[in-house]
């Protein structure tokens, strides 16, 4: 349905036969009694003028859409919408002044909103205003109808939009920050000023005046604010949320409850790693995989799962697995995905296996600007079918324990030798065996000439440009295929969780060494985590907010270092002293801190005339000159020792990640 020449019209194909058969419109046609615009061909568009439609026809075209000028418009606005990308990477990457990120839900939502003002703008400066809409008034009309179905986070009235319009085409235009609330990501409780946020820690840090608990501290603290003219508080609610941060509890915890405690719950502990010297450490449609194989009991037991591009038959991705699974689908299209870079316009499957699971966590909607279940026999299933058939019989039949291609091919080349597999069965491949075999047999088809333009399938599909679909950036890869822990995770020294039974360490770095301000505001907070199954070299950590899950920040594998010292690198020995000391200065930072506070309160002990506590084992002390003679003579040994044992290329594997 479109609106041309302030007519409400509907496509050929939207009137016929759907609402009126071929032979009647013919027929009203050749009577003059239907009037159309356009003329079909060449991929021209015939429409039909509404109003032109016998009475019958007409009511049955606002019986099913309703009124047709109110739902033309509503059409006409909707094939100009269209989404704005870049708007949503930047919302993506947009930082609250706490540092935190914008929620999932609120960021689809400012998405949308800028997607509408850009389509407003594009009516407004292309002219499309004149051209399908009799004036401003019914334009507007049709803006705010459209916002309210869609649900869109902005207002329908033209009196309350001109407003957010304005701001939205300040400056270039496009002024994305302007559709974010100054107020996103603010502390709507009670405000406490700095100074008596500092009087607030100083006392109840105190171990020489001990606050019992927190009422009797709201108590003083309205005294106290009374007396310096501050606003008093109604509730402990302030107080606790000041005092529980992990920023402050870290203040106030030492002198209240003791160092010791402090250092267990908040000092960072040096992992260290026990000798090991020897080596380490580590790993489509769908369709039967159709050889045979030592587990197998004469049968082909592994399913593959292939996505395949429609225009070059070019496999781009697969997975083998026991069976057609969520898994093995989600494996292959994250291949697919690395393969291309790009984003389907149009995804096809075949609705069974795992793709129920795909479909209810709505990642094939994410995938591909449309995902559509074909039906049995259709034609899109016989060509990959027929892509199959071919690469079956062209190159898997090469093989001695090729099982066949099914039961009704009638070539007897398409059939299983099976008194030569009786023969043989103790020399079938393994699995591993036939997924090498597998993979080179897709080299060789993705390498043979297509059959209609004779070039290798592979680049033929490299060679085409498609400017219809999205490229792929890190966001699209973390959303469609990181996963998330299900349950948030709490960040001591660092942060472990475990997949598969191996458990994996990480932590927030910052010029090689833990991330002070992180540990000292996020220190025994809890994080959902979002990791790439296939990377574990880093993760990416969230908190949860009203809005849906809030990006905070990236956290790297937990720094090792080799316990014994015959086995440590060079450098080591230096990164432990490095260590150390910022373990020592961490606590010390905190007790100076708190210090300084109790003395310009006058709540320290020493205000009372008693002595405050000492942070044991934190005493620095210079390396003797044998000791730096000592370390030195080592990293010399380990330097000598790296010189005659050159890493080879296999040792060299994280470096080509």
């Not at 996505?307 to 699974?325: K, R, T």
């Not at 091919?409 to 075999?437: D, G, W, Y």
């Given at each position: 349905?479109?609106?041309?020449?302030?007519?409400?019209?509907?496509?050929?194909?939207?009137?016929?036969?759907?609402?009126?058969?071929?032979?009647?419109?013919?027929?009203?046609?050749?009577?003059?009694?239907?009037?159309?615009?356009?003329?079909?061909?060449?991929?021209?568009?015939?429409?039909?003028?509404?109003?032109?439609?016998?009475?019958?026809?007409?009511?049955?075209?606002?019986?099913?859409?309703?009124?047709?000028?109110?739902?033309?418009?509503?059409?006409?606005?909707?094939?100009?919408?269209?989404?704005?990308?870049?708007?949503?990477?930047?919302?993506?990457?947009?930082?609250?002044?706490?540092?935190?990120?914008?929620?999932?839900?609120?960021?689809?939502?400012?998405?949308?909103?800028?997607?509408?003002?850009?389509?407003?703008?594009?009516?407004?400066?292309?002219?499309?205003?004149?051209?399908?809409?009799?004036?401003?008034?019914?334009?507007?009309?049709?803006?705010?109808?459209?916002?309210?179905?869609?649900?869109?986070?902005?207002?329908?009235?033209?009196?309350?939009?001109?407003?957010?319009?304005?701001?939205?085409?300040?400056?270039?235009?496009?002024?994305?920050?302007?559709?974010?609330?100054?107020?996103?990501?603010?502390?709507?409780?009670?405000?406490?000023?700095?100074?008596?946020?500092?009087?607030?820690?100083?006392?109840?840090?105190?171990?020489?005046?001990?606050i019992p608990d927190l009422n009797y501290l709201l108590e003083l603290y309205n005294q106290e604010a009374t007396r310096r003219d501050r606003k008093t508080l109604k509730s402990i609610s302030t107080l606790y949320r000041i005092l529980t941060t992990p920023e402050n509890e870290r203040l106030w915890m030492g002198p209240r409850q003791g160092y010791l405690k402090l250092k267990n719950k908040y000092g960072?502990?040096?992992?260290?790693?026990?000798?090991?010297?020897?080596?380490?450490?580590?790993?489509?449609?769908?369709?039967?995989?159709?050889?045979?194989?030592?587990?197998?009991?004469?049968?082909?037991?592994?399913?593959?799962?292939?996505?395949?591009?429609?225009?070059?038959?070019?496999?781009?991705?697969?997975?083998?697995?026991?069976?057609?699974?969520?898994?093995?689908?989600?494996?292959?299209?994250?291949?697919?995905?690395?393969?291309?870079?790009?984003?389907?316009?149009?995804?096809?499957?075949?609705?069974?296996?795992?793709?129920?699971?795909?479909?209810?966590?709505?990642?094939?909607?994410?995938?591909?600007?449309?995902?559509?279940a074909t039906r049995p026999y259709s034609p899109t299933g016989k060509s990959i079918e027929s892509v199959f058939g071919r690469f079956q019989s062209q190159f898997m039949a090469r093989h001695w324990f090729f099982t066949g291609q099914n039961i009704t091919a009638r070539k007897a080349s398409s059939r299983a030798n099976m008194e030569f597999i009786l023969s043989n069965v103790h020399n079938l491949p393994?699995?591993?065996?036939?997924?090498?075999?597998?993979?080179?047999?897709?080299?060789?088809?993705?390498?043979?000439?297509?059959?209609?333009?004779?070039?290798?399938?592979?680049?033929?599909?490299?060679?085409?440009?498609?400017?219809?679909?999205?490229?792929?950036?890190?966001?699209?890869?973390?959303?469609?295929?990181?996963?998330?822990?299900?349950?948030?995770?709490?960040?001591?020294?660092?942060?472990?969780?475990?997949?598969?039974?191996?458990?994996?360490?990480?932590?927030?770095?910052?010029?090689?060494?833990?991330?002070?301000?992180?540990?000292?505001?996020?220190?025994?907070?809890?994080?959902?985590?979002?990791?790439?199954?296939?990377?574990?070299?880093?993760?990416?950590?969230?908190?949860?907010?009203?809005?849906?899950?809030?990006?905070?920040?990236?956290?790297?594998?937990?720094?090792?270092?080799?316990?014994?010292?015959?086995?440590?690198?060079?450098?080591?020995?230096?990164?432990?002293?490095?260590?150390?000391?910022?373990?020592?200065?961490?606590?010390?930072?905190?007790?100076?801190?708190?210090?300084?506070?109790?003395?310009?309160?006058?709540?320290?002990?020493?205000?009372?005339?008693?002595?405050?506590?000492?942070?044991?084992?934190?005493?620095?002390?210079?390396?003797?000159?044998?000791q730096l003679l000592k370390e030195e003579s080592m990293e010399d040994y380990h330097e000598m020792v790296a010189e005659s044992n050159p890493a080879t290329d296999s040792e060299d594997w994280i470096s080509k990640i």
């Amino acid at each position: 349905m479109k609106i041309i020449d302030n007519q409400p019209c509907l496509e050929y194909k939207e009137l016929v036969p759907e609402i009126m058969s071929e032979s009647n419109f013919k027929w009203h046609k050749g009577q003059g009694n239907i009037q159309t615009i356009g003329r079909g061909g060449n991929g021209n568009k015939v429409y039909i003028v509404i109003d032109s439609l016998p009475p019958k026809y007409r009511s049955e075209v606002e019986r099913l859409l309703g009124c047709p000028k109110k739902a033309a418009r509503m059409a006409t606005i909707k094939e100009v919408f269209e989404d704005d990308r870049n708007a949503e990477i930047f919302f993506k990457e947009h930082r609250t002044s706490d540092g935190t990120g914008l929620g999932d839900e609120l960021i689809g939502q400012l998405a949308q909103s800028a997607s509408m003002l850009n389509t407003i703008n594009r009516f407004e400066k292309e002219g499309l205003v004149r051209k399908y809409f009799e004036s401003k008034a019914e334009f507007w009309a049709a803006v705010g109808a459209y916002i309210e179905k869609k649900k869109i986070k902005l207002p329908t009235s033209y009196c309350k939009m001109l407003p957010r319009l304005k701001a939205y085409n300040e400056g270039d235009g496009k002024n994305y920050a302007s559709l974010i609330h100054g107020n996103y990501g603010n502390d709507y409780s009670e405000k406490v000023d700095d100074l008596m946020r500092g009087w607030i820690l100083a006392t109840y840090a105190s171990p020489a005046n001990p606050i019992p608990d927190l009422n009797y501290l709201l108590e003083l603290y309205n005294q106290e604010a009374t007396r310096r003219d501050r606003k008093t508080l109604k509730s402990i609610s302030t107080l606790y949320r000041i005092l529980t941060t992990p920023e402050n509890e870290r203040l106030w915890m030492g002198p209240r409850q003791g160092y010791l405690k402090l250092k267990n719950k908040y000092g960072y502990k040096i992992k260290t790693e026990m000798p090991t010297l020897r080596d380490s450490l580590w790993y489509g449609d769908g369709t039967k995989l159709n050889f045979f194989d030592k587990d197998g009991k004469l049968k082909a037991s592994y399913t593959v799962y292939e996505i395949i591009d429609a225009y070059s038959e070019a496999f781009i991705g697969f997975n083998i697995a026991n069976s057609e699974n969520f898994e093995s689908q989600f494996l292959a299209f994250k291949m697919a995905i690395k393969t291309s870079t790009f984003k389907p316009f149009e995804l096809r499957y075949d609705n069974q296996g795992g793709h129920k699971k795909l479909i209810s966590s709505n990642f094939l909607n994410k995938l591909a600007r449309l995902s559509i279940a074909t039906r049995p026999y259709s034609p899109t299933g016989k060509s990959i079918e027929s892509v199959f058939g071919r690469f079956q019989s062209q190159f898997m039949a090469r093989h001695w324990f090729f099982t066949g291609q099914n039961i009704t091919a009638r070539k007897a080349s398409s059939r299983a030798n099976m008194e030569f597999i009786l023969s043989n069965v103790h020399n079938l491949p393994t699995i591993e065996e036939i997924a090498q075999v597998y993979i080179a047999d897709r080299q060789m088809w993705n390498q043979a000439p297509h059959p209609k333009t004779g070039l290798p399938r592979i680049e033929m599909y490299n060679q085409s440009v498609n400017s219809g679909v999205q490229k792929v950036n890190i966001w699209d890869m973390v959303d469609l295929f990181w996963l998330t822990t299900p349950k948030p995770i709490t960040y001591r020294s660092a942060l472990s969780f475990t997949i598969s039974k191996r458990c994996y360490e990480f932590e927030v770095l910052k010029d090689g060494l833990p991330d002070a301000d992180f540990r000292r505001k996020y220190t025994n907070e809890r994080f959902f985590v979002k990791y790439d199954p296939d990377d574990l070299s880093f993760v990416l950590l969230y908190q949860d907010s009203p809005n849906g899950l809030q990006f905070i920040t990236r956290a790297d594998d937990r720094l090792h270092i080799q316990r014994n010292i015959q086995e440590q690198k060079p450098g080591e020995r230096k990164t432990i002293r490095a260590l150390n000391d910022y373990q020592v200065d961490e606590i010390e930072t905190a007790k100076n801190k708190i210090e300084n506070l109790m003395t310009l309160h006058c709540t320290s002990a020493e205000s009372f005339g008693l002595n405050s506590a000492r942070v044991p084992g934190t005493n620095k002390k210079k390396p003797s000159i044998g000791q730096l003679l000592k370390e030195e003579s080592m990293e010399d040994y380990h330097e000598m020792v790296a010189e005659s044992n050159p890493a080879t290329d296999s040792e060299d594997w994280i470096s080509k990640i």
